[in-house]
């Protein structure tokens, strides 16, 4: 892609909800990002909702493939798990998915199904992408306290997934950071995002479970498709969906909860639900 000499790419103007992270500024460079950068990222989601890092990834090639393998072996456990309860018929993973009702009703302390061929699946703290210490940065710029990581997990996205599924995580003021640790087709089922479609946008009374294009009061989507190592940060509140995976690959894109310490999700991470691996 073309570049300007200030090393700005021409779809930059066009996408004013990415932000390039210089080489210099990434894990494998100085490792900080710097305070132009922060502030362009805060302000994209203040104003819009959400902000994609594209170019350098915030974290090396040795904690991205740590931790989607920490996420492989997890899944590996759970669809074991399934098999030897005979869940099969509800796992999201099932060749079959797209045919049974109740493909999204698979769901455990280890791992949940909102909607048909994905799995939300949470993982240990010490298994997780790490607290990056700019993301903390810039979440405390967004809700003006000491923030911390509160959730550690994967959204995996299998061939058989269904339709677009629309919605917003909640009120509190959080802010997820996915990134992916490998590299997948355009057509592997990569979140989209509504831009003002958060708590301060004007599009904030719109349908949380209807498209975009389709809400009364209009809008946009936007695909935040990801190469290795880039992050797309949405606030709790902003509309967001996984979108059909039309690949053959397995898609797991790594995510990570910052927030405030009194800000804890008990709707999306409920510890109330049966444990898969106590049945």
């Known amino acids: 892609e073309a570049e300007t000499a200030a090393g700005i790419e021409l779809n930059d103007f066009v996408e004013p909800w990415v932000v390039r992270v210089p080489a210099q500024e990434g894990a494998e460079g100085a490792g900080r ?3 132009s950068t922060l502030q362009q990222a805060a302000e994209s989601i203040k104003n819009r909702g959400f902000v994609i890092l594209r170019g350098a990834s915030l974290f090396t090639d040795r904690e991205l493939e ?3 393998e920490a996420a492989i072996r997890q899944f590996q456990i759970v669809q074991a798990q399934a098999s030897t309860l005979g869940l099969d018929a509800f796992a999201p993973w099932h060749a079959l998915c797209k045919e049974l009702i109740g493909a999204n009703l698979f769901k455990f302390q280890e791992a ?10 949470p993982l240990p703290p010490d298994q997780g992408l790490h607290a990056h210490p700019d993301l903390l940065r810039l979440s405390q710029e967004l809700f003006g306290e000491e923030c911390k990581v509160s959730a550690h997990g994967a959204f995996w996205n299998f061939p058989c997934s269904g339709p677009a599924h629309w919605h917003r995580d909640g009120g509190l003021p959080l802010l997820t950071a996915v990134t992916t640790g490998r590299s997948y087709p355009e057509d592997a089922g990569f979140m989209s ?7 301060a946008g004007y599009l904030a009374a719109s349908d949380a479970h209807t498209s975009p294009m389709e809400c009364d009061e209009g809008g ?5 498709i990801l190469k290795r190592g880039e992050t797309v940060l949405f606030l709790y509140s902003t509309k967001h969906a996984p979108t059909p995976n039309l690949s053959d690959v397995e898609r797991c894109l790594l995510y990570s909860v910052y927030g405030p310490e009194h800000a804890c999700d008990t709707v999306n991470l409920r510890s109330t639900l049966p444990s898969l691996l106590d049945l």
């Open 220 to 224: 946009v989507e936007v695909s935040s």
């Open 193 to 199: 995002l509504q831009p003002f479609s958060h708590a």
């Open 33 to 35: 990002l710097s305070a």
């Open 112 to 121: 949940v199904s909102y909607s048909k061929g994905r799995l939300d699946m």
């Open 66 to 68: 740590r931790a989607h």
